[in-house]
């Protein structure tokens, strides 16, 4: 499956609008604002690759027939450094219009924002 970044954005800006003691599964994610035009398969994805990446602690994650089970309550400290550069609507704008060409790494999406941001 591709890595959607728009998908990981609303992930990360989602994850951060939770009050504390809040926690997002599996079932839930789907249902909020920002990522409820994606499909539970690329959200689950979605939510697997920014774990890895160290920006979501995930508990529980267990995969079944059915999907993937999970749960999420906050970001990380990459999370919240991470979702500082792309939080801007303008910067992600421009970014998504400097990479329409085709897919590039994370890493160069946030070198891109810290040049706008700069």
């Known amino acids: 499956m591709k890595l959607d970044y728009d998908c990981v954005r609303n992930a990360l800006l989602t994850v951060e609008s939770l009050p504390p003691g809040c ?6 994610l789907h249902a909020y604002p920002l990522l409820n035009g994606y499909s539970r398969e690329q959200i689950d994805y979605t939510v697997q690759r920014i774990a890895e990446a160290g920006f979501v602690p995930v508990n529980s ?3 079944t027939l059915s999907g993937v089970i999970y749960s999420i309550s906050d970001l990380t400290w990459d999370g919240h450094q991470h979702l500082d550069y792309i939080r801007n609507d303008s910067v992600w704008s421009e970014i998504r219009k400097r990479i329409s060409h085709g897919n590039i790494p994370f890493e160069a999406i946030i070198g891109i924002a810290k040049d706008l941001l700069g």
Do not use: A, Q
Not at 23 to 28: F, G, I, K, P, V
């Open 23 to 28: 926690t997002l599964d599996d079932r839930c």
């Open 61 to 63: 994650v267990i995969k």
